[in-house]
T-cell receptor, first 113, second 113 residues
Framework: AQSVTQLGSHVSVSEGALVLLRCNYS??????LFWYVQYPNQGLQLLLK??????LVKGINGFEAEFKKSETSFHLTKPSAHMSDAAEYFC???????????FGKGTTLSVSS | NAGVTQTPKFRVLKTGQSMTLLCAQD?????MYWYRQDPGMGLRLIHY???????AKGEVPDGYNVSRLKKQNFLLGLESAAPSQTSVYFC????????????FGEGSRLTVL
């Protein structure tokens, strides 16, 4: 069965520090992976997506993620956190049929000054 | 440019009452989805549709019904609301191109007393 596991439900960093949000997946077929972000009281929006074209994927707002097949991971990083990055982040896996997306439980990122 | 619009945004129901959530998209998307979001659970798929006149069950379909009579609209119905259905409901849509970006509405907060 396909699944997504986000390690750590809450991550706290200082402004300017490295952001690292961890995601591991399980899939018997080559996966399509995404990161979505949800700002307080809003819907979700796409940060970036991996579709096998390149293992290092760049997204909006300075975020990037690296696909590592050997580790079944798709961790999200940003070199320097901003206060505006405080939000909930979801790692997402497309299902095998290509009809729906499977969401991780989410990681809340807090940024302190 | 409205994107995905959900109505109503807030609703309080008593146990046993019925209601319908409406999702409308103006992007001519083939796929539409209803998710529910609960603390610590991420987003769980309730039902989805791959085109006008089609619907399919997701991960947590019990207690909900859906209809897609028009391509732009996807309705989620609760026939007899239960307190366990207290949640934030998100509608999303995407084009038929896989794996396309999901576009989300702003959510509908439902409380069942």
């Amino acid at each position: 069965a396909q699944s997504v596991t986000q390690l750590g439900s809450h991550v706290s960093v200082s402004e300017g520090a490295l952001v690292l949000l961890r995601c591991n997946y399980s899939s018997s077929v080559p996966p399509y992976l995404f990161w979505y972000v949800q700002y307080p009281n809003q819907g979700l929006q796409l940060l970036l997506k991996y579709t096998s074209a390149a293992t290092l994927v760049k997204g909006i707002n300075g975020f990037e993620a690296e696909f590592k097949k050997s580790e079944t991971s798709f961790h999200l990083t940003k070199p320097s956190a901003h206060m505006s990055d405080a939000a909930e982040y979801f790692c997402v896996l497309a299902n095998q049929a290509g009809t729906a997306l499977i969401f991780g439980k989410g990681t809340t990122l807090s940024v302190s000054s | 440019n409205a994107g995905v619009t959900q109505t109503p945004k807030f609703r309080v129901l008593k146990t046993g009452q019925s209601m319908t959530l409406l999702c409308a998209q103006d992007m001519n998307h083939e796929y539409m989805y209803w998710y529910r979001q609960d603390p610590g659970m991420g987003l769980r798929l309730i039902h989805y549709s791959v085109g006008e006149g089609t619907t399919a069950k997701g991960e947590v379909p019990d207690g909900y019904n859906v209809s897609r009579l028009k391509k732009q609209n996807f309705l989620l119905g609760l026939e007899s609301a239960a307190p366990s259905q207290t949640s934030v409901y998100f509608c999303a849509s995407r084009s038929g191109t896989f794996p396309g970006e999901l576009f989300f509405g702003e959510g509908s907060r439902l409380t069942v007393l």
